[in-house]
């Protein structure tokens, strides 16, 4: 539970908050979604000071103002009448923010979430792939260190309790696709099995390719991918090799050849691309027959971009302190900095760096004009 101490006024001033435009684009986004879903009982009880808007505009509003780093804070910060009017809320306190978690349900901010995330345009890769590979989904899961007494985030033992975030990234747009919370055991090859999708384009790393079945079954779905292979991963020759060009030399490619993975017949056909770079050896396992193989290699080291947005993610969220401690809490407090990635995809064009995101902070607080803001951004003059 979240402590339900009272808080005090002084630790927190109106003029320290920033960002009311991001927090009004996110309002204009959820307002469609708010009127389509239907209240629970609960959230019609006339005792209630809190509704679902409010609350997700306070949850937005501390991911984007660096002062507000506590539930406390936040708290603190609605009984501001700028807090008040651009949030829609009255002053909450600890207990009435606390109960929200159980009243949201994640997925209303996961249809916001793909919303918004198809607007995005292609931000990052090379023409020559994006021709040819239409979109390009990185597909990882990461830990997230929860509290001890977080029961549901199962992973080592009670005293190391951690949620998992499953993430579809898109590389050319940089923004998540599909996204699922979980305790921290669970399978990311099942979560992925799940969500696959015809005609989608996966590249992962070697955590997905254990089991030969589940690559059988993407086969079967539809989708293309490029997966990177254990180096004693069992491999049947089909036939000769593809003769390799300069440029796949020059990538590191040393070999291009049909494979059966496994002992069993009947087990998945592809395409091998052999890469060996930087002193290792990677084994790079696709059903994208007709892509010269330095583009098989292109594809896999792109793959980077969903480690560097984690990254990126985990500094937005801080992950020090918890708005709430159930699973739906974390869930929607995830979710939340997940829109505010794609708020500030869509504001700026493209994925700030960690350098960049300390920028925009330095903009809210007022430490930084627009104009150094724009020069950290990559702006132009013009822009």
């Known amino acids: ?52 808007g409010p609350y997700l505009s306070l949850m937005l509003l501390g991911l984007f103002n660096p002062v507000l780093k506590t539930t406390r804070a936040l708290c603190v910060a609605s009984r501001f009448g700028r807090v008040q009017a651009e949030s829609g809320c009255t002053s909450v306190s600890l207990a009435s923010f606390s ?40 597909n990882d899961g990461t830990l997230l260190p929860a509290l001890p007494r977080m029961a549901w985030a199962l992973w080592q033992n009670p005293q190391n309790r951690a949620g998992k975030l499953h993430l579809e990234f898109s590389v050319w747009r940089q923004v998540p696709v599909e996204f699922t919370v979980t305790d921290g055991n669970t399978s990311e090859r099942a979560v992925w099995k799940s969500k696959l999708r015809k005609g989608a384009c996966y590249v992962n790393d070697r955590n997905y390719s254990h089991d030969y079945r589940l690559i059988g079954d993407v086969q079967k779905a539809g989708a293309r991918f490029v997966l990177r292979l254990h180096n004693n991963a069992i491999l049947t020759p089909l036939g000769p090799a593809r003769p390799l060009s300069e440029a796949d030399r020059r990538a590191g490619v040393v070999e291009d050849i049909p494979v059966r993975l496994g002992s069993d017949p009947q087990g998945p056909e592809g395409r091998l691309v052999r890469v060996e770079a930087d002193g290792h050896t990677f084994l790079l396992f696709t059903n994208l027959a007709d892509l010269e193989a330095e583009l098989v290699a292109l594809i896999y080291r792109y793959r980077w971009q969903i480690e560097l947005y984690f990254k990126w993610i985990k500094c937005v969220l801080g992950c020090r302190h918890w708005m709430a401690e159930s699973l739906e809490g974390m869930t929607l407090q995830i979710y939340c900095a997940l829109i505010a990635s794609v708020l500030l995809v869509l504001w700026t064009g493209r994925k700030p760096t960690l350098r960049q995101w300390e920028a925009l902070q330095l903009y809210w607080i007022g430490y930084i004009d627009l104009e150094e803001l724009a020069q950290s951004l990559g702006f132009g003059k013009d822009k």
């Open 1 to 52: 539970m979240t402590s339900t101490a009272p808080a005090t006024a002084n630790e927190l001033t109106e003029a320290q908050l920033r960002n009311w435009s991001l927090l009004a684009a996110f309002q204009g986004r959820l307002a469609p979604h708010l009127k389509r879903r239907l209240q629970t009982p609960t959230e019609t009880d006339p005792r209630r000071t809190l509704q679902v």
């Open 99 to 138: 109960a929200m978690q159980q009243v949201v349900e994640p997925e209303l901010l996961a249809g916001l979430l793909r919303e918004m995330s198809a607007q995005a345009l292609p931000v990052f890769g090379e023409d020559r792939v994006r021709q040819q590979v239409k979109e390009l989904i990185a």
